[in-house]
């Protein structure tokens, strides 16, 4: 039973960016076959819960912030200019529902270690074939998404290049995790992370590029490995000149495409902050943004648009009372993290300080890349991820850590 509920989990959280446009539909209620294993997981956790495992973790702080965030979007709608409809019930349900499903079904099955050991395999594994998709994509140019000038950007299987790049990068620091515990022979570990590496690039993703050498950065920087930091710098700067002759990269970076992306999301930022001035409290509702932006640019052709920025957006939609508890959810588990990771070392705090710098270095650059993509807290894929990094460490202090 708990290797059908853990088997369950990874396919929903690891493999569904993978394989969910290969899964049909019912065309008529327009929803994947792939949401059948949701429901199927959630009617199997109830009798693992109660005759197996015979105590389910709910009572959390972090749950309770998940929850009133949860609880304010779905309020929202009322004081939106959407309703109730199917279609709003279905987003709702992928962005809300499903991630603090998620998050409660973490917290209680990675109190066994073995089943964070399985996940995180499973987690690099998908990574992994993701990463190979966007290299084949921009190698033969099939599937890629092309910008105005004419660059080639793969997307895998996520129809959008920055989204690729934040769910490889993610897998980041499990990769480096599972490469010290030899989770997988040492070489075969490098070529997934040098995959991994090839496959952020191939996005040409600037957020993407940023975060991803942040995150081996910080791995080390925090496991005080500070001689992996000169490798890993060295290797970087190595990639930067292999690739500095491409110009679909090196036009990504250019001051004047920088100048420009950076003074059009301060707009949209501002934007953003004159709608959250207007309702401070409760917002102008879900969607209130995308919604609203023509009211602060009258003159735009485009009447709707994302704000490019996940706590603009959820100020000028949800005001103070969303915007808290969000906030929260990614705070107290880094609160959580760098308390394990201070706490004198001995050897029950291994396996716990380890978690602890799988979670911070998750969050820390995922925080980074909302700062510059508003549409991520609409989407499920990754809050599953960032939920799963977060619990490994919220439920690890119930592991015996003996045996480290």
């Not at 956790?45 to 015979?54: A, N, T």
């Not at 609880?71 to 529902?97: C, G, H, P, Q």
């Not at 190979?132 to 998404?145: A, D, E, R």
Request: glycine share 6%.
């Amino acid at each position: 039973m708990t290797s059908i509920i853990l088997y369950l989990y990874i396919i929903i959280v690891c493999y569904t960016p993978l394989v969910s446009k290969l899964l049909p539909k019912f065309e008529t209620l327009g929803i994947h076959y792939e949401w059948f294993l949701f429901f199927t997981l959630i009617i199997a956790f109830v009798p693992y819960v109660l005759l197996i495992k015979r105590h389910f973790k709910l009572f959390n702080a972090w749950i309770f912030f998940i929850a009133f965030y949860g609880m304010v979007a779905i309020a929202s709608v009322y004081w939106s200019t959407y309703s109730y409809d199917m279609k709003t019930m279905r987003e709702l349900f992928r962005s809300v529902i499903v991630p603090l499903c998620i998050s409660m079904f973490a917290l209680n099955i990675f109190e066994e270690k073995q089943n964070v050991y399985s996940y995180i395999r499973h987690f690099i594994i998908a990574s992994f074939l993701l990463s190979l998709v966007s290299i084949y994509q921009i190698l033969s140019g099939v599937g890629v998404m092309t910008t105005d000038l004419g660059a080639a950007r793969a997307v895998g299987t996520l129809n959008n290049p920055n989204a690729l790049a934040i769910f490889l990068v993610l897998s980041i620091p499990c990769i480096l995790y599972a490469i010290e515990k030899r989770m997988f022979p040492k070489m075969i570990g490098l070529i997934i992370a040098a995959s991994v590496v090839a496959g952020v690039i191939s996005t040409v993703s600037r957020k993407g590029i940023v975060t991803m050498v942040l995150a081996f950065f910080l791995y080390y920087l925090l496991q005080k490995k500070f001689k992996k930091v000169l490798v890993v710098g060295a290797i970087f700067v190595l990639i930067s000149l292999m690739v500095s002759g491409y110009a679909m990269i090196t036009d990504r970076f250019a001051e004047k495409a920088l100048n420009k992306d950076f003074i059009s999301k301060k707009n949209m930022a501002y934007a953003g902050w004159v709608l959250f001035k207007k309702s401070p409290l409760i917002g102008t509702g879900y969607r209130g943004y995308y919604e609203n932006f023509w009211k602060s640019f009258p003159k735009q052709h485009l009447k709707k648009f994302d704000a490019h920025n996940m706590y603009v957006t959820a100020l000028s939609d949800y005001g103070l009372i969303g915007f808290m508890p969000f906030i929260a959810i990614f705070i107290y588990p880094l609160l959580a993290s760098f308390k394990d990771i201070r706490a004198k070392p001995h050897i029950g705090d291994v396996y716990t300080r380890d978690m602890g710098i799988i979670c911070i270095v998750s969050i820390l650059p995922f925080m980074i890349s909302g700062y510059f993509a508003g549409g991520l807290i609409y989407e499920y894929v990754y809050f599953s991820i960032i939920y799963s990094n977060a619990a490994i460490v919220l439920s690890g202090h119930n592991i015996d850590n003996s045996s480290e």
